[in-house]
């Protein structure tokens, strides 16, 4: 593989115990991406991904213990990037425990350079999707929220909520999550029975 037709990309590298740290380093940088950082112990990975902001972590996983499936719940829940596991372990149990826990992508060995790469395109695309459908959730989740906050306020039904916030949309030029968003935002600040009228935007009418 070409290491100059790949985006190069900021990558940890994490070992627990051994010397398998320097031969995943040489699989990663002869990809032409930059290890920017090395590090022997796994939980360190979270604070690393914190303060350095690599693109990818590569955690080496060396046995098939409870202990090892807790660090690797902890990275993935913890890092700010997406995980490529290397699991040094035959073990076809605690391999399919392991890719339970959420991480993107998981590899045999990491001398496989075509292998390793393919794996880290695999995690970005997957990271990737996992954040849009993470966003789209949560505009659904604020768009319902508003809904519910104009059909009490103005005793309407769902569908007439809907369109105040799809028309305010259009006529302001915002996005309707925007509109939904200003109206959960503001209604701490409204009275609890407002006399005024209450408009899309979640302000009372002047």
């Known amino acids: 593989m070409d290491p100059q037709s790949t985006p190069r990309l900021r990558v940890l590298v994490s070992d627990g115990p051994g010397v398998r740290l320097d031969e995943v380093t040489l699989t990663v940088a002869g990809l032409g991406h930059d290890v920017i950082a090395r590090e022997s112990s796994l939980p360190d990975v979270a604070r690393i991904t914190a303060t350095e902001r690599p693109d990818v972590a590569v ?48 590899i045999a060995n990491g001398h496989d ?51 105040m916030l799809r028309d305010q949309a259009r006529r302001t030029h915002r996005k309707l999550v925007d509109i939904a968003d200003a109206i959960v935002a503001s209604r701490s600040m409204l009275p ?12 009372p009418e002047a």
């Open 113 to 163: 350079p075509q292998e390793m790469q393919s794996a880290i395109d695999i995690v970005l695309k997957r990271f990737a999707e996992y954040h849009a459908l993470e966003g789209a959730f949560g505009r659904r989740a604020v768009t319902e929220r508003a809904k519910g906050i104009l059909m009490e306020r103005h005793d309407i039904d769902e569908q007439a909520a809907f369109e």
């Open 59 to 106: 955690v080496i996983v060396h046995e098939g213990t409870a202990k090892a499936l807790q660090l690797i719940d902890r990275i993935v829940h913890e890092a700010a990037c997406p995980v490529i596991a290397v699991l040094d372990v035959q073990d076809r149990e605690f391999i399919n425990e392991a890719a339970k826990r959420g991480i993107f992508a998981y």
């Open 192 to 203: 609890a029975q407002p006399s005024a009228t209450i408009e899309a935007t979640g302000r």
